[in-house]
């Protein structure tokens, strides 16, 4: 499985989400700061414009999931969100991630990097990945509303 990973900072836990996801033996795509060779001062840094990368992946199919984040991370899930196709959540803990995947089936996790500490980080990386999509008719009903 291929997963896009965006940050717009090398604070907090950033440079280890892509650590773990490489140990869970994922594909990783990076954007933003932790691409190689882009400095936190480059545009293609900039909050907006790493998590509409991560999100066009995803939309685009050059990866499966997306892991985005930002200082609060609410800046990369409102990106990633104006992506049509991508349902980005913003999570802050295992239940809620595993929830963004079963009830939304979210394909986008957006993070915080100032509250996510790096035992959250693998509670919610392990919630979110297995977790699958509800199948139940009324939850993939409310999903075919969001779409474009």
């Not at 991370?73 to 802050?92: D, E, Q």
């Amino acid at each position: 499985m291929r997963i896009a990973v965006a940050a717009d900072s090398l604070d907090g836990v950033a440079r280890e989400i892509p650590a773990a996801l490489r140990a869970l033996g994922y594909e990783v795509i990076t954007h933003g700061a932790l691409a190689d060779g882009v400095a936190e001062a480059d545009p293609a840094a900039v909050w907006s414009a790493c998590a509409r990368a991560a999100a066009l992946d995803v939309a685009e199919g050059r990866a499966d999931e997306a892991v985005v984040a930002c200082w609060t991370g609410t800046g990369v899930s409102i990106a990633a969100n104006k992506v049509p196709g991508v349902r980005a959540a913003l999570c802050t803990d295992a239940a809620t991630a595993a929830g963004a995947r079963r009830w939304n089936d979210a394909n986008v996790l957006a993070l915080s990097l100032r509250l996510t500490s790096r035992q959250v980080l693998a509670e919610i990386i392990d919630a979110w990945f297995d977790t699958d999509p509800s199948l139940e008719p009324g939850d993939v009903a409310a999903i075919s509303m969001v779409e474009p």
